[in-house]
C-alpha cells in the first residue's frame, strides 16, 4: 500500500509503494520490452482536457491512480503528449519522482502526431503531422515533461495523411541513435498504413494501438489483428470497455439507436461473470486476453478501485465456448 512520508501541505511527495500484486508478462513485438498483460493509460488522469482546470488535487488524484496502477502490479505504463495538453505527462512525470524506484519498474510510452487547433499559431487547423521536425520535437518535450532520459515506447498516434515514411524513418533513426527512444511503434493504423511504413523503417515497429472492444469488432475483419499475428506486432487495446458502456453497473442510454443491442451483450457478459464469480468489467477485459495474438487492454480509469478491479482479468482465461457465446452477441448475427 502507499504511504507517505512528507507533512500533509506537500503533495505526495516521497509516496513509498508495495507493489502487491504480480501480473503474467509477455513482450512487446520482437523487442525485449517486457511488461504486463495489462496496460495502465492515464489518458484520464488529469481529470479534465483542460489544462487550467487541471487543480492541484487532480493532479494529486492522478499521481494516486498511478500509484494504483503499480500496488496492482501494472507495468506498462501508456500515456500521450495531447493528453490534457501533456498535463498527463507532467502527472507521470511527478509519479516518477515522488515514487522511489518507479521508474525502474515500468515501460513508458508515450505518442506524437496530433496537433491541435492553433498550434503552434493562431489559424493553424486541427490536424496530424509526422513531419521530422514535430517528430524530434515531440520526442524532446515528451523526455522533459515526465523528466526521463529514454521513451521506451514512442507511438506515432493517428495516421497522416501527408506522412512520408523515409521523412519519418530518419527522424526514427536520429532518435534511436540518440538513444532519446529504444522502440517504435504506430497506433489506429490500418495494415495498410502500417506496412507502407514499415518498409522504410530499420527498425521493427512493435506495436499498433487499436480500439478493440465487444463493441469495435472491425481488428478482427480487416486484417490488422491477422498482420499482428504474422508479424509479431502486439496489439494494444485502447477503451476495452467501449468508453465505459461495458463495465460493471453501466447501462445504454434509452436514446441510444443500439440500445437493445447492447443491453443483449451486456446480458451476455454478466451472464459469464457469474460463471467465475467477479464482475462485468473483468469479463470484458479478460475476453481480449484470449485472442492469441497478445492483445493487452490499457485500462484508462482514474479510479484506484477500477484500476485494481480490471487487473483481476489477467488470472481470467475463458473457454472457447464462453468467448464465441461473447463474439456472437457482439456480432448480433450467427457465424457464416
Known sequence: ML???CDTTSLAIGIEVQQNARMNTQRLGTSDLVCTRLSYGNMRSAGTWTVGE?????????????VAALEAGYTLFDTADIYCHRVCEEILGAFLRQVSGARKQIVIATKCGI?????????????FDFSKEHILS?????LKTMGIETIDLFQLHRPDVLMNPPEVAEAFDELQRTGKVRYFGVSNFLPSQFS???????????VNQVEIHLGRLDCFEDGTLDQCLERSI?????????????????????SDSRHAHKQWVLHELDAVAA?????????AVAWLLKHPSGIIPIIGSNNPENIRECAKADAISLTREQWYRLLLAARAKPMP
Not at 476495452?240 to 447501462?251: D, E, H, M, N, S
Request: glycine fraction near 10%; charge should be positive; avoid cysteine.
Open 115 to 127: 496537433r491541435f487547433e492553433n498550434d503552434p499559431s493562431p489559424g493553424a487547423p486541427h490536424r
Open 3 to 5: 504511504r507517505r512520508t
Open 196 to 206: 507502407a511504413l514499415q518498409k522504410h523503417l530499420r527498425q521493427p515497429l512493435i
Open 234 to 254: 502486439t496489439p494494444l487495446a485502447w477503451s476495452p470497455l467501449g468508453g465505459g458502456w461495458l463495465g460493471t453497473g453501466r447501462a445504454p442510454r434509452l
Open 54 to 66: 487541471a487543480t492541484p488535487q487532480r493532479r494529486a488524484a492522478g499521481v494516486a491512480a498511478h
Open 138 to 142: 515531440s520526442a524532446e518535450r515528451s
Open 275 to 283: 460463471e467465475y464469480g467477479i464482475s462485468r468489467s473483468v469479463i
